[in-house]
């Protein structure tokens, strides 16, 4: 279908809730007509101590991903006239991985009461995401690879420009920066809910040439 009508296609395998299963929780897989995605059955962290505590995970066994490794085994393979990526791995969209690290509504509590506690969270989240880009040059290299993140945690429905300017801003840049100077070409952001009061904060963000962003 992306051949017949023109889009710019990429093989993308991911899910909402990544995360909470590979930093040591639980996900319930769909088993029916309106379950269409894995939802999460328990989180890895629950307490301030479990946060304090975390560490993370190997990147090549943890969770989803040695099953996203052999979705992109067989995704390069092949190489569409309009697929300028046939690999996506993930990038720098960390904000929601620390969220679903604790669950939403404990991670948005934190970054008001425990701000200590959502910047730890959000420094393994940037560090598991630069580790997993290197892990994706490693094994396949940058060309026709393309790192993908989304942030629709940090969108204005969920918190002030502010918070976003303190919590999300400065590692989602620095894992950009850090992504990009492995020699990947372009990022790809989705920019998820109604972000226009964090805009001055993601146009100070590096995706790369092109850079390609959706909204």
């Not at 009508?5 to 929780?25: D, K, M």
């Not at 008001?112 to 094994?139: N, S």
């Not at 993601?202 to 995706?207: E, L, Q, S």
């Amino acid at each position: 279908a992306c051949k017949d009508f023109g889009w710019v296609f990429s093989p993308f395998f991911s899910y909402a809730s990544f995360g909470a299963w590979e930093f040591g929780g639980k996900i319930k897989w769909p088993s029916g007509e309106f379950s269409q995605a894995p939802t999460i059955v328990r989180y890895p962290v629950e307490t301030e101590d479990d946060a304090r505590n975390l560490k993370m995970p190997d990147v090549k066994t943890a969770g989803f991903l040695p099953l996203k490794t052999d979705f992109a085994r067989l995704s390069v393979q092949e190489r569409l006239d309009n697929e300028p990526f046939n690999v996506e791995a993930f990038g720098g969209g960390c904000f929601g991985l620390a969220a679903n690290i604790a669950g939403v509504e404990t991670f948005l509590r934190w970054i008001i009461k425990k701000p200590d506690v959502a910047h730890h969270l959000m420094r393994l989240a940037a560090d598991f995401k630069i580790a997993l880009a290197q892990y994706w040059k490693d094994t396949f290299g940058t060309e026709g690879v393309i790192p993908k993140g989304a942030e629709p945690t940090a969108s204005n429905q969920m918190i002030s420009p502010k918070q976003f300017e303190r919590f999300a801003f400065p590692y989602i840049k620095e894992t950009q920066e850090k992504i990009l100077a492995m020699g990947y070409q372009s990022t790809y952001m989705h920019i998820c809910g109604e972000q226009n009061l964090n805009l001055p904060h993601w146009a100070k963000i590096p995706f790369g040439d092109p850079g390609i962003v959706s909204i």
